[in-house]
């Protein structure tokens, strides 16, 4: 939308990572830029630092008297006054996805979807083509360690767009892509699709979306017009085969398009070269060379909350994760144990939702169960109410393992400092965030 002076663009939570990286964006086209969050965070805090009026209460008087338009997300409650107030006023008003849809159709865009990984490849795919000279926006799903930010500003309306696809709420479907990655497909957000096959339908009519080629992991049920396949299996289009992993470092060969690429890639675990091959495919579709882009993932420094290691020395290491779905733990832990082999794992996981921990209670459980020791917090309830029977005891109980059990947020640090575990994991998408700080400053005093 055009710039109207005097005028506000604001947005109703503004301090989600999705959120945050639209208000930078409307920032830096010259747009005064203010909203609301439900409390504060140091991403709020940076926002606010930039230049944005941010408050933490629901009261109508805050809002600016002109705005140009609304932005919200769907995890603030519909009952919020401040909403209310907005209607009102007769304003325009449209979904985080919306907007975000309106700017991929003045860009070629790729984007990137996927029950897991989607935010390290969208941002692998950033990283590429940014350090290959072309001139890039991106939309990322976490904070890229090589940026610093969750949003890289092109020059125009002339960047190409990378855009993390997001499948919450079919808000992908808003997208309008030149070329597209499925990297994942397995069952979640079972409130929005009630079942898989409803899930698998919702990405397959994103697949339908694109222009161009949909780069899709093998064995997902994608159908397009153009589809590559990926993987580790001889029949893909491209393929993987990893010749050794050691200490966090990952050699591998993409096979493809009838020559062999060697790849560095300094991150561990099977599910980051995954990541990286899809990558490495969508940055052949702007005609970058194989061997720039095996240059630029030789320097990619992942993204804060995707296995970021925080403490890593002779005694103790501290590794933060977003894990929160059963096949994402499965595939941290997995990588872990690979990384560094022989470190007993204490691992203290935030469940997400009270519909996801009931709907995959015996997946977490089966999966929770690859670390050593088990500290629970209570589950986060982000957007949801409780369900009757639903806790992190319940949980706890079908865990098969000696060592475990829950813990309070208040109580957590002091345990932590107590036992000094050898190699911890923070874990989960709510605000366990909260305890990484003080977590990585305490570890590096033993």
């Not at 630092?49 to 805050?62: C, Q, S, T």
């Amino acid at each position: 939308m055009n710039k109207r002076e005097g005028h506000t663009v604001y947005l109703l939570g503004i301090g989600g990572i999705g959120m945050s990286a639209l208000a930078r964006y409307y920032r830096s086209l010259g747009h005064t830029v203010a909203g609301y969050d439900r409390t504060p965070s140091p991403l709020t805090r940076q926002l606010e630092n930039e230049g944005m009026a941010i408050h933490y209460e629901d009261r109508p008087e805050l809002l600016p008297a002109l705005i140009e338009f609304v932005v919200y997300t769907p995890a603030v409650p519909s009952d919020l006054k401040e909403f209310e107030v907005l209607r009102q006023r007769n304003l325009p008003i449209m979904k985080r996805s919306e907007a975000l849809g309106r700017i991929s159709e003045r860009h070629f865009t790729i984007a990137v979807a996927g029950t897991h990984g989607k935010t390290t490849t969208t941002a692998m795919v950033a990283h590429i083509l940014h350090t290959c000279g072309k001139d890039t926006t991106a939309f990322i799903g976490g904070i890229a360690n090589n940026f610093g930010s969750n949003l890289l500003l092109g020059k125009g309306e002339g960047s190409l767009l990378v855009a993390e696809a997001d499948e919450f709420d079919r808000s992908f479907l808003r997208l309008h892509p030149n070329v597209s990655i499925v990297n994942s497909i397995d069952a979640d957000h079972l409130d929005i699709y009630g079942d898989r096959q409803h899930l698998v339908k919702g990405f397959n009519d994103f697949a339908q979306l694109t222009d161009g080629k949909v780069i899709v992991k093998e064995g997902l049920a994608i159908e397009a017009n153009q589809v590559v396949r990926f993987g580790f299996g001889p029949s893909c289009d491209y393929r993987a085969e990893v010749v050794k992993s050691a200490k966090g470092i990952t050699d591998f060969i993409i096979v493809g398009e009838g020559h062999r690429t060697e790849v560095r890639l300094p991150m561990a675990g099977d599910h980051n070269v995954m990541n990286a091959t899809a990558a490495f495919i969508a940055a052949r579709q702007v005609g970058i060379a194989p061997d720039d882009i095996a240059l630029a993932l030789a320097s990619f420094k992942g993204v804060k909350r995707r296995f970021d290691v925080r403490v890593n020395n002779e005694k103790h290491c501290y590794i933060d994760d977003y894990a929160h779905h059963p096949e994402e733990i499965r595939s941290c832990l997995n990588a872990v144990r690979a990384a560094f082999p022989g470190k007993r794992i204490t691992l203290v996981f935030q469940p997400h939702l009270f519909s996801r921990t009931r709907d995959f209670m015996d997946e977490f459980a089966t999966a929770l169960a690859l670390a050593d020791e088990l500290i629970l917090l209570d589950i986060y309830p982000a957007r949801e109410l409780p369900i009757e029977g639903i806790t992190s005891e319940a949980l706890l109980n079908k865990v098969q393992m000696q060592n475990k059990r829950v813990c309070t947020k208040s109580e957590l640090v002091g345990m932590i400092e107590s036992e000094k575990p050898e190699l911890l994991i923070t874990m989960g998408a709510g605000d366990i965030d909260r305890f990484v700080e003080p977590l990585e400053k305490l570890i590096k005093t033993w």
